[in-house]
């Protein structure tokens, strides 16, 4: 087991071998950690060592390696259980990723919603948190009403009070907004769902690298998320639902490890959590996701949120000395997430000349033209830190700010 006593960014950048490559020729400054953080030896060691000593199909071999392998699959889930603080291991179920886990339920709510009945979306959400519930209202007839934002980036409690009524069966929102890194008030807004009988399901995919949900305190009905944006690989995720939510929804996909028992004529399906997954999983990926888990545990989750916010407010404060800058989302509660435009400037511009000196940031609508309706904009520039990231490299990025803008206008 890892032991990082004291937060010490240098010892902990060793452990992620890409931060020692160069781009155009110039040492990689990675500011795309929203769309993916990178990945530390501890967990490309565990890849390294399921496809080179223990590789087998899980849950139906009798021989060493299928066992073994089935061990270390469990074993992930049980600590992604822990870590999420689930009552139940069955009510974490292994899915591809957040997407995935989105629609698996928006599917499983075909069965039980009907034409009077509402569903609430924020206006902050992830193309993935909107497109799976219009295609639900699309099949059910319910009706999908949003609730608002306001110009800090910040959702309006008292508009999503006035929308919640007997007829909403569902809210759903992230906890934390991938374009605007706004923190969003989900333990009140779940309470408040509550009262009048909805469901939620809260998108976990930009808090989960940054905090630790603790899914029963929050009394939430699902938490998704994606392993890759927290140290693990991609085509992994998770989808945590309440055992008795979780027991009304149908299976989404049908085939081998989901089943009971198959005759031609019924089938009866398994418990959970295999119901919800059909077909060979993503083994090695669910393993090395327990390994994230293990590793972004050891560094600490508040010396994370410590650190970050230390980053977040040196890169607000540099930026915001560059004229004609402007931030977009300056909601009170925010995490390491910064997006920007600088006026008379295309942000596609900015990003390919910060890519020439080396520095990654996501320029574009973040898969939430939503909000960049709302801000009549076209895109912004999005620079996200990681815990692995330096004040020196917020320096550097300030400056390519400065240079490209020198060249562009
Ligand atoms: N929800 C939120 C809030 C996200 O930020 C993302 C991915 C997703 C859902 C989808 O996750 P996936 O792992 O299933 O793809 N966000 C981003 C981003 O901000 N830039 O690239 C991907």
Request: proline share 4%.
């Amino acid at each position: 087991m890892l032991n990082y006593n004291k937060f010490d960014v240098d010892k902990i950048r060793e452990d992620f071998p890409i931060l020692n490559r160069e781009v155009n020729g110039k040492p990689l400054i990675y500011f795309d950690n929203a769309a993916t953080s990178q990945t530390p030896k501890q967990v490309i060691d565990v890849i390294v060592d399921y496809y080179s000593n223990y590789n087998a199909n899980i849950h139906r071999g009798v021989h060493t390696l299928s066992q073994e392998a089935t061990d270390l699959y469990e074993q992930a889930r049980l600590k992604i259980q822990k870590h999420f603080n689930a009552k139940f291991n069955h009510e974490i179920i292994l899915t591809s990723g957040t997407t995935h886990s989105i629609n698996l339920i928006a599917n499983g709510f075909s069965t039980l919603l009907g034409e009077k009945d509402e569903v609430l979306v924020s206006a902050l959400e992830h193309h993935s948190n909107i497109v799976p519930w219009q295609m639900l209202c699309e099949r059910t007839g319910a009706t999908l009403k949003v609730i608002p934002m306001n110009e800090n980036g910040e959702l309006i409690m008292s508009a999503y009070e006035a929308l919640l009524s007997e007829h909403t069966k569902l809210v759903f929102v992230n906890h934390i907004s991938n374009a605007l890194g706004t923190i969003n008030p989900i333990a009140e807004m779940i309470k408040k769902a509550h009262q009048v009988g909805a469901a939620v399901l809260i998108d976990g995919a930009q808090s989960c690298p940054h905090v630790q949900p603790d899914v029963q305190a929050l009394d939430v009905d699902f938490y998704v998320a994606s392993a890759h944006k927290m140290c693990g690989p991609t085509g992994i995720g998770l989808l945590y639902g309440k055992e008795e939510w979780l027991n009304k929804l149908p299976p989404y996909q049908g085939g081998g490890e989901m089943i009971d028992e198959v005759t031609f004529e019924k089938t009866t399906y398994a418990g959970l959590p295999h119901k919800f997954e059909a077909g060979t999983p993503n083994i090695c990926g669910g393993i090395a996701f327990g390994t994230a888990v293990d590793y972004m545990t050891a560094i600490g989750f508040d010396a994370i949120a410590t650190y970050e916010h230390e980053l977040l407010e040196y890169a607000t404060d540099k930026l915001l000395q560059i004229e004609g800058l402007k931030i977009y989302g300056t909601a009170k509660e925010k995490t390491s997430v910064i997006s920007f435009n600088i006026e008379g400037i295309h942000p596609y511009d900015i990003g390919t000349i910060l890519d020439k000196m080396g520095i990654a940031v996501r320029t574009g609508h973040h898969c939430a033209q939503p909000i960049m309706d709302f801000y009549k904009i076209p895109g912004t520039i999005r620079a996200s830190f990681a815990f692995y990231n330096t004040k020196a490299e917020i320096d550097a990025l300030v400056e390519g700010v400065k240079k490209a803008k020198m060249m562009l206008l």
